[in-house]
Structure formats: structure tokens, C-alpha cells
């Protein structure tokens, strides 16, 4: 027994004399380890770390609201009215039409000028937001101005379709040699209407719309009519129509251009403006009418492009109807 006690002894003693020599030689390591940090840390302080690109770490940079939901300023100046009716600060935005948007336009019934207008204005009415003031204080899209409302619609089918194929094309000649050309229904070729310097020059920076002293008439305050302007005349010429009652077609031509905010015309009211204007006499009416007459804006009825050096031309329309704007017509570029 005491051999055997004798032998785990030394066993022990020799575990332990090998456990001295491992530590021994750890801290040799970790002396080496020691040194090298403190050569590294001798370089560092000499030349620094270089040059890191931080860009590649800590969160990604916030992208703008806009961008991120695809709204885009509209340049004011492509529209006919040049935004000169909106206030000064008027800031306008569009975006593409979603899918359900362009499923309700599909329902269009082009026969039906109501319904038509109905779903121009749905699309226009989704697809734009209209702000001043830095976008603190929102407009309707019924303060965009009837005439400007073509380069809006047109304006967001290019962002809703911006693939070539989606294009629309119609058919044009060139002024001199008559060489028949496409001509791309777009903004660009869209050839605005130009307002009679008469009227212009009574146009008020400050009040935003036409200002006219007249011998017949007095002062006329006058301008190109909104779209919520138009929706409420055509309301009132639907009911009309629906109560089997006459209307002064004289009368709704001038009223557009004699009201400057939808928000404050209604049914009661076109019909008191109406029995006003029964109250004219023959110069006053005449001074309106021409005057409305020469301040219409809008876009010529031609599309005007360049090609080979010379001017060519093309009737301006929408071939496939007027659904084409946002419903492709042409199956070609899709169909395999």
C-alpha cells in the first residue's frame, strides 16, 4: 500500500513541475504579444490610422420623402398658363398612376362627356398634390387651371409608362418636303396657345388674374377657369337637364372666366349670376364674350417637332381614344 501511495505522489509532483513549465512559457507569449502591442501602438501614433471610408458603415443616409414615394415637381413653365393664375409660391407634384387607379380610368364610358370628365379628373385628382407656402398650406386639384390640366395627365403616363414601346405616336408631314413622319404626343411637342397682348396687358401681378377697366363694363376681373370651376357648371347643366329647364348657352360660355374660386359656387348661385346677366345690356355683354374669347389658353390643336432640319406637324389627338392615355392600345410590345 505504501508503494502504491509513494508512486501517486511523484506522479503528482511531476504533473504539477509540468504545469509550472507551460505557465513559464505563456508568459514568455504573452511578453512577445505585449511588445508587438506596443510597436503597433508606436506606429499609430506616428502616422495614425489612414484613411477609412465611414460611408461603408453606420446606418444608411435617410433619402428624401418625394423620392422615396415618387413624387416629382412639375415645371410650371410647361404648363399653357406658364402657373401665372396659381399663387406665386404654387408648388406642383405628380406621380405614376397605380393599378387601381388605371382600373378605374378603364371604365370610361367616351361617349358620356360626364363620366369622361369624371375620370380625367380621378386621375389627376390621385396622381398630383398642389401646395404653397413651402407645402405648409395644400391645395385642391381642383385649383388646377382646366387648360393646364393636358400636361398633368400627360406629364404622369410618362412617368407611368416610361418604356419606349408605350409611346404615343401620331402620324405628322414634314412643312416642305412632306415626308411623313411620327410625331410623339408629349409635352415637348405640345404648342401652347398665346393669350392676345389686348388682354395681356391688363394681366396683375399682384391679384394673380386680368384686371380690366372698361367704358361699358366698369372693372372686369377675369381669368381662365379650374377645373372645380368647370365641375360645378357642369353640374348645374346636369340639373338642368334633369328638371327639363332651359339654360342661356351665352350665359355658360362667359360664366367660367367671371368666377375666380370654385369653392365659393354652388347651384343658387350660377342661377343668380344667371339672372345678373339677364340684367346686361348689349355693350357689356359684347366687352365679356371677346374678352373671354381672347383669353382662352390651352395648347394649338398641331404638334410641332423638328426633323432632318425642318418644321413637321401633326393633328393633335389620341389615337385609340382618349383612353389611351393611361390603357395601351397597341398589344404589339407586350405579346410574345
Known amino acids: 500500500m505504501s508503494e502504491e501511495l509513494n508512486k501517486m505522489d ?8 509540468k504545469a509550472l513549465d507551460a505557465k513559464d512559457q505563456n508568459n514568455s507569449g504573452n511578453t512577445d504579444t505585449s511588445d508587438k502591442a506596443d510597436a503597433m501602438a508606436a506606429a499609430v501614433d506616428k502616422s495614425g490610422l489612414g484613411r477609412v471610408n465611414m460611408d461603408n458603415f453606420g446606418p444608411e443616409i435617410a433619402r428624401p420623402a ?24 404654387t408648388v406642383i407634384k405628380i406621380r405614376s398612376a397605380k393599378a387601381a387607379e388605371i382600373r378605374h380610368f378603364s371604365t370610361m364610358d367616351e361617349s358620356n362627356y360626364i363620366d369622361m370628365e369624371e375620370k380625367l379628373n380621378s386621375i389627376v385628382e ?37 418604356e419606349p414601346e408605350n409611346k404615343l405616336m401620331l402620324k405628322g408631314k414634314t412643312e416642305k ?50 377645373i372645380g370651376i368647370m365641375q360645378e357648371i357642369t353640374a348645374y347643366l346636369k340639373d338642368r337637364q334633369e328638371k327639363d ?20 359656387l354652388n347651384l343658387q348661385k350660377i342661377f343668380t349670376m344667371e339672372m345678373e346677366y339677364k340684367g346686361w345690356n348689349e355693350k357689356k355683354f359684347m366687352v365679356v364674350y371677346r374678352l373671354a374669347e381672347r383669353m382662352k389658353i390651352g395648347v394649338q390643336t398641331e404638334l410641332e417637332t423638328t426633323f432632318d432640319g425642318e418644321m413637321a406637324k401633326a393633328p393633335l389627338d389620341f389615337p385609340g381614344g382618349i383612353k389611351s392615355l393611361f390603357i395601351i392600345s397597341d398589344l404589339a410590345g407586350e405579346l410574345l
Open 10 to 17: 511523484q506522479e503528482r509532483e511531476a504533473a504539477a513541475a
Open 66 to 89: 418625394d423620392e422615396v414615394l415618387g413624387w416629382h415637381v412639375l415645371d410650371l413653365e410647361d404648363l399653357p398658363s406658364r402657373g401665372k393664375f396659381y399663387p406665386a409660391d
Open 126 to 162: 390621385s396622381c398630383s398634390q398642389m401646395s404653397t407656402g413651402n407645402g405648409k398650406s395644400r391645395m385642391s386639384y381642383k385649383d388646377v387651371l382646366e387648360e393646364d390640366r393636358i400636361i398633368l395627365l400627360l406629364s404622369i403616363r410618362d412617368l407611368s409608362f416610361p
Open 177 to 226: 418636303t412632306k415626308k411623313t413622319v411620327d410625331i410623339e404626343l408629349s409635352v415637348k411637342n405640345l404648342i401652347p396657345s398665346v393669350i392676345d397682348e389686348q388682354v395681356e396687358k391688363y394681366y396683375s401681378t399682384k391679384e394673380r388674374t386680368y384686371v380690366i377697366k372698361t367704358k361699358s363694363a366698369g372693372t372686369l376681373r377675369m381669368k381662365p377657369p379650374t
Open 245 to 264: 329647364q332651359e339654360f342661356d348657352k351665352a350665359f355658360i360660355q362667359v360664366l367660367p372666366y367671371m368666377q375666380s374660386d370654385w369653392r365659393t
